[in-house]
């Protein structure tokens, strides 16, 4: 860690953990609470599919445009002005009675809760350089979030009702609110940040989206390295696909209980306290594509294998804890690698990128995976998608062993 880095004040450090971390949990909360309150209003199964799939469709069109206004206007400037309308969207909820209107509360939440962790990374990119021990703690209090943040969203929901669970997430959302108040106002221009850009005034002209931020996104997969981070973030992205859809589905349906369900879960989050705060050792040791292909591997094969572990709880939490594992531990690489290999003024469009990308396989693999279990039944759904991850994951493997794109650059 270099001398400018190590004068990082932790109150700056503590502003972007804050912010990174009730960001990156907000979509979880929803999951517990939107599902029931749709419940409620007795909306059939597949119109709460679509209503909840619809939280997906404003960060795949709009991520990178999100990064490119990121990049102009600060990270600090947008990522207040998204806490604001998330603290006050989720209030809404309680009080909409038809279902068009829930889905149009779903595209304006699932944008701002995207491009608020958009901000997020573009700050440890920027700021922290993406350096493995600052990501690392990122990737640390984001688990922490993700371990607490559904598990009392629903104990409000059970207590307070509606108003409860969706004043949490509203309240969750004023957390980022604080977290971004602790940073500077220049917190881009500081002396530990030698690479100083200026942010631009507000207009119509920043915030209008514009094809060209789209072309210089999409132009970064030309360079060989940043084709190799984002497919491997995609791909990592496929086993969180089959944990958010049909995982629970199986569990339940050979006899697990909700309770243990839950706590499958909580594992998860749990061992990625451990993953996130081991990347930086592991770095000592082994280069970060490897380490990359490694813990990719390791988090689509442990979400695979689940039907083969039947019912065997204590089987279950072993893989759910190794995956959980490996999914925080690689997420520093990922940030890490982005930071040093796009250029600066592209941090914040190489990291929409990368969310839009992660979009299209939250929205994709359950709706696949969905046909696949319809002809095949669902447990081979589960190998199915797997598998083909894994032998994807093999191809790129070769790719950059025969490219040598990391030749003597990590």
């Known amino acids: ?36 309150w749709l419940l409620l209003q007795g909306v059939p199964d597949w119109l709460i599919g679509i209503t909840i799939g619809c939280r997906h469709i404003g960060p795949m069109l709009l991520a990178i445009h999100g990064g490119a206004v990121i990049d102009r206007l600060g990270a600090r400037r947008v990522m207040l ?84 669970g969706f004043g949490l997430i509203g309240l969750w959302s004023a957390g980022i609110l604080f977290s971004v108040y602790l940073l500077p106002r220049d917190i881009e221009q500081q002396g530990y940040n030698k690479d100083r850009v200026k ?33 491997m973030s995609l791909l990592r992205h496929l086993g969180g696909g089959i944990q958010a859809s049909f995982y629970g589905v199986h569990l339940k349906d050979i006899g697990i ?15 990625g306290l451990v993953g996130s705060l081991s990347a930086a050792p592991m770095q000592r040791y082994f280069k970060d594509h490897w ?20 019912d065997h709880v204590i089987a279950l939490m072993f893989a759910s804890g190794l995956r959980g594992w490996a999914m925080a531990a690689s997420l520093v690489f990922i940030i890490s690698m982005i930071a040093r290999y796009a250029e600066r003024e592209m941090q914040g469009r ?10 299209m396989t939250w929205f994709a693999v359950p709706v696949i ?33 025969h490219r040598k794109i990391f030749h003597k650059r990590i």
């Open 199 to 231: 942010s631009e005034t507000i207009t119509l002209r920043v915030l209008t989206p514009k094809v060209s931020d789209y072309l210089k996104a999409f132009k970064l997969l030309a360079l060989p390295t940043i084709f190799f981070v984002l497919t």
């Open 369 to 401: 995976m969905g046909f696949v279990a319809e002809i095949f039944g669902r447990e081979d759904s589960f190998y199915v998608i797997g598998f083909t991850a894994i032998i994807l994951l093999g191809l790129l493997t070769l790719w950059t062993y």
């Open 350 to 359: 190489a990291m929409g990128l990368r969310v839009t990308l992660n979009q």
């Open 257 to 271: 209980s909700a309770t243990t369900i839950g706590l499958l879960i909580s594992i998860n989050g749990a061992f």
């Open 1 to 36: 860690m270099s001398a400018e880095l190590r004068r990082i004040p932790w109150r700056v450090q503590a502003g972007i953990y804050g912010a990174a971390a009730f960001s990156n949990t907000m979509p979880n909360m929803g999951w517990v609470v939107i599902p029931i």
């Open 81 to 164: 002005f998204l806490a604001i309308i998330g603290a006050l969207t989720p209030l809404l909820y309680p009080i909409t009675p038809f279902i068009w209107a829930i889905i149009v509360l779903q595209l304006i939440t699932g944008l701002v809760d995207a491009l608020g962790w958009v901000g997020a990374q573009t700050l440890v990119s920027k700021v922290m350089k993406g350096d493995a021990i600052y990501t690392g703690r990122m990737s640390f209090f984001t688990r922490l979030g993700l371990l607490i943040g559904p598990a009392i969203s629903g104990v409000a929901w059970d207590y307070l009702g509606p108003w409860g």
């Open 291 to 310: 380490l990359l292909i490694f813990l990719v591997t390791v988090s689509i094969l442990f979400i695979t294998i689940t039907p083969i572990l039947n």
